[in-house]
């Protein structure tokens, strides 16, 4: 097989490759290649189509001083040299939007072969309108201008043959050119994306460190001394409430089967049937709002009231021995009550004071806000990830479609 490849070549060897960098300069190149020899191809054409202008324009001259030869009807004459004047209206309007180019690279031709077919559209169909009455007068004329301006037209389609030849070939060289700068500008792209990511790993990866460290201190802070007496006492402390609690309920519970003789009482006292010193209602009115902080003294009063009947209650006999009971236990259960008070006040300012507290609670914060930057940088660095994948993709994409392109313009070239 070797004897053969010296002899007729390999194929694949012969095959050239191109970088991306040097693509633009070789696609310039080929495009002013095609485009010289495309003017080289048209070159003759345009003297053609300037003689065929000039022509135009002395047959619209020989028709306008053109005189009705026979005998016509005036009207007829008329509306034939009206219509004769519009076609030369119609030429002129030609001949000022028809120039030729000093150019003639491709996209000029291309541009001057587009606006010339579009203006000498649009002067046929309105010198056809006119010629159906000109003919009628100034037939031979008329005739001519017509014949000159759609040898024009064929003219101007002669110009766009040789580029219509080369079509695939111009529409490849077009298209390879607007996916170069594609791809520039998506490997741009690719290069910031990729600069973000190696940031925001380096960043979660101090993040990480950071966190580590400040859930370390923690730790340490958690089995310190001065935390586990901060949890000692915090536990102390809901005993405390706990036994303030138990000592409230005893207190309503002495107080609470009163409380239909209390009402009754209250509500002789607000009708201002029944008059009651000052401290005696601020006492009344605490049984019902906040029975720990009633004066024990109060039930003196209130059992004197009950036993005098004013209360018009039934069976006092059960209610009196319940006041006498407040009357005597209540004292003692109000100073067991405050005292647990104090004690929880001197628990809550030595709570207070422990530095312990602040510093944890700076860790936690601090924590909380690393966690927080951390959680963000993972999100962007997903998202970066997946945008760079998208990314690769299409320039990967975009990247095969212009080796299609450049196989149309040379099949032995392949982008490296």
């Known amino acids: 097989m070797k004897w053969i490849d010296k002899i007729f070549g390999n194929k694949e060897n012969r095959r050239e490759t191109i970088s991306l960098e040097q693509l633009p300069q070789w696609l310039d190149s080929k495009s002013r290649k095609i485009s010289q020899e495309t003017s080289g191809e048209v070159a003759s054409i345009f003297p053609g189509i300037e003689k065929t202008l000039l022509k135009i324009k002395n047959s619209t001259a020989e028709l306008e001083k053109t005189k009705p030869e026979g005998r016509f009807h005036l009207k007829m004459v008329k509306i034939a040299t009206s219509n004769r004047d519009n076609m030369a209206k119609q030429v002129k309007m030609l001949m000022e939007n028809i120039i030729i180019p000093e150019d003639k690279d491709v996209k000029t031709i291309i541009a001057f072969h587009e606006s010339g077919m579009q203006t000498l559209g649009v002067c046929l169909e309105n010198m056809m309108k006119s010629y159906q009455y000109t003919k009628l007068v100034y037939f031979e004329e008329s005739k001519n201008v017509i014949a000159d301006v759609n040898s024009l037209g064929r003219l101007l389609n002669q110009l766009i043959e040789p580029i219509n030849s080369k079509k695939h070939l111009l529409d490849a060289l077009d298209k390879s050119q607007e996916l170069v700068l594609t791809i520039r500008n998506i490997s741009v792209d690719i290069d910031s994306i990729e600069r973000s990511i190696k940031e925001n790993d380096i960043k979660s990866i101090s993040l990480k460190k950071e966190i580590d460290e400040k859930q370390k201190s923690l730790n340490i802070l958690l089995q310190s001394e001065p935390w586990k007496q901060y949890t000692s006492s915090k536990d102390h402390l809901v005993l405390l409430e706990a036994d303030a609690e138990k000592k409230t309920s005893e207190i ?161 070239l392949r982008l490296s």
């Open 252 to 412: 309503k519970g002495i107080i609470s089967p009163l409380a239909k003789a209390i009402n009754r009482l209250k509500q002789l006292s607000d009708s201002g049937r029944h008059t009651l010193k000052p401290e005696d209602r601020e006492a009344l009115n605490l049984c019902l709002s906040c029975p720990v902080d009633v004066p024990p003294e109060f039930f003196v009063t209130f059992r004197k009231i009950v036993e005098s009947g004013d209360l018009n209650l039934p069976k006092t006999d059960k209610l009196l021995p319940q006041i006498q009971l407040a009357e005597s236990t209540l004292g003692e259960k109000r100073r067991e009550y405050y005292s647990i008070r104090q004690d929880i006040e001197r628990k809550n300012d030595e709570i207070s004071n422990l530095k312990v507290i602040g510093e944890e609670k700076d860790l936690r914060y601090a924590l909380s806000n690393l966690q927080d930057k951390l959680m963000i940088t993972e999100k962007e660095l997903d998202a970066s990830r997946k945008q760079l994948e998208l990314l690769k993709q299409d320039i990967g994409s975009k990247k095969n479609e212009l080796q299609q392109n450049i196989t149309v313009i040379d099949s032995n």
